[in-house]
């Protein structure tokens, strides 16, 4: 009984490592970039954190300068209604899927914010793309949006991606009120 129990749990222990890292060595490259995404973008460093967006955003929006500036004027906005950005952290991304010379995969994404009354937290999801066999990796963040219309921004997402579910986000009041 305890040898089964015993080889029930080492079977257990290695399917939950494969799966916390199920593209290998390239869920690092992924991570490392949200990682260096999101420290740049606590930082307000907008032109750094604009760099991971995928230029087919970029050019929806004009140009990388009339993003930066956009994007620069509505942080600033929130800041005037005292909301602050506090953390930004990633999960593991899903398998990573081929699509002629793409890689695609998605990537949760939780994002911490001081609010007037306490602190939200959000969770979302994030697709990376890669154009150069994983080197850099492009995000987009998906928010509330379907797969569909994903696909009308992304037109060679795979249909093998998944979007998790869209979650609330959860509210933490200040205990100093």
Known sequence: MKKRLLILFIALLSLSTTQSQVNGAMDKAVLEQADDMGKKFIAKDYAGFLLY????????????????????????????????????????????????????????????????????????????????KGKNWYFVDVSSNSMESMKMLLPTLSSELVLPEPQDPSFEEDPKQ
Do not use: W, Y
């Open 53 to 132: 967006t995928h230029p087919i955003v970029v050019k929806n929006m004009g140009n990388r300068e009339k993003m930066l500036e956009e994007t620069t004027k509505s942080f600033k906005q929130l800041e005037a209604e005292n909301i602050t950005f506090l953390a930004v952290k990633f999960g593991a991304p899903s398998k990573i899927v081929k699509v002629d010379n793409e890689m695609q995969c998605i990537i949760p994404q939780m994002i911490e914010m001081k609010v007037p009354g306490g602190k939200l937290t959000a969770h979302t999801s994030l697709i990376a793309i890669s154009n150069n």
